[in-house]
């Protein structure tokens, strides 16, 4: 059965998380992803972690492999008006340009939406940013740790005394690339129906702030942020979290704490507190909830991620490691734009490829 994305070509001219993701997410759904990476050096996320003095040892780069996986790699020297003009007619039979570069970067060389578009107007042309194509900012560089830091998220987790705290792993990235393939996934139904491309952009900023959802309502609509909450003292027992003897950790959310207040006692092996009337009812358990936590904190012991979106008939797949850096370049070039072997020779001497 086909999958959904097949038939669809993306051009990834990203670097780092943010727009790599973006890409690896379309791939996933079986579009055909070219990464156009730099000729000399590629995508500085291939060395990040030696760099970062990460010894990998013959290990698989994560990084890179779980930003890049289900592509093929380009190599071109786009400082060379040749190097520009395969990407530029590369884009003549894509459906998705995406991008990641600061505002400016991408005219200057002559592969902005504007250029691309006149040449192509069914491309899509995506852009993963930092604060969006608008404002005082929006040429601005921005990297994951500054999409938490300013969206707020960094004080909407965490004890209410605590200073503001990093969430490892790149999550402002993840987001603006999940929300960038949202948009991607917009553009191409409207085109279905237009027969049009159009411009699409995701944010940092903005992504980071529709994550926070209710967080960011109550600023808006109450003129104050829902506050951080205490673990120790968190007003439904219940919807908490407990370090175990083992020292894992145990999460519990039950909205309807009273349906399993009692059962939940037996599981413990405490059904003493069962029939503590401190404990009776969740606002008895809510008026004395320092003591009730306190007695749970007491209690003893108790395995790459796949397609994060599941379509019943049509599901995504993970078909390709991340390529071998330009691994794909004669494939791309004889294959989608008909070069011969000859040119490719001439393009190699020249440095371009």
């Known amino acids: 059965m086909p999958m959904p994305l097949e038939g669809i070509r993306v051009l990834d001219w990203t670097i780092w998380q943010q727009g790599p993701v973006a890409a690896a997410m379309l791939g996933d759904l079986g579009a055909e992803v070219i990464k156009i990476e730099e000729r ?13 003095g990460l010894d990998l040892s013959g290990r698989p780069n994560f990084y890179f492999e779980a930003n890049n996986r289900n592509k093929k790699s380009l190599t071109v020297d786009l400082k060379k008006p040749t190097g520009v003009e395969i990407v530029q ?6 459906d998705v340009f995406v991008q990641n570069f600061r505002k400016g970067v991408a005219a200057r060389l002559g592969l902005d939406a504007a250029t691309l578009r006149a040449r192509n107007p069914r491309l899509i ?8 194509p608008e404002g005082p900012d929006s040429g601005a560089p921005s990297f994951d740790y500054l999409g938490l830091a300013r969206s707020g998220l960094m004080l909407a987790s965490g004890e209410p005394d605590d200073p503001p705290i990093y969430t490892s792993g790149g999550i402002a990235d993840q987001m603006g690339a999940t929300m ?18 159009q411009e699409v952009d995701a944010s940092h900023l903005g992504s980071m702030s529709w994550l926070q959802g209710l967080g960011l309502a109550a600023r808006t609509m109450l003129g104050r942020a829902i506050p951080r909450q ?17 020292d894992r950790w145990l999460a519990l959310s039950m909205l309807q704490p009273d ?11 405490i059904p003493e507190a069962a029939a503590d009337p401190r404990f009776k009812t969740m606002l008895d358990r809510m008026m004395n909830a320092g003591e009730c936590i306190a007695l749970l904190d007491e209690v003893g012991p108790t395995q790459v991620v796949g397609v994060p979106v599941l379509l019943s008939e049509t599901p995504g ?13 004669e494939e791309v070039l004889t294959e989608i734009l008909g070069y011969s072997w000859e040119e490719i020779g001439h393009l190699r001497e020249a440095e371009v490829i």
């Not at 000399?40 to 970062?52: K, Q, S």
């Not at 349906?259 to 092996?269: K, N, Q, T």
């Open 40 to 52: 000399v050096g590629g995508d500085p996320g291939r060395g990040m972690l030696r760099a970062a």
């Open 89 to 94: 007619r590369l884009a003549e039979h894509a």
């Open 125 to 132: 042309y995506a852009s993963a940013t930092g604060y969006g």
């Open 180 to 197: 960038l393939a949202f948009g991607v996934l917009a553009a191409l139904l409207v085109r279905e129906r237009t027969g049009r491309g």
């Open 230 to 246: 205490s673990r120790k003292y968190a007003t439904n027992p219940l919807w908490n979290h407990y370090r175990c003897a083992d």
């Open 259 to 269: 349906r399993y207040w009692e059962r939940f006692c037996a599981v413990l092996e």
């Open 317 to 329: 797949s993970v078909r390709l490691p991340a390529p071998e850096f330009g691994q794909h370049t």
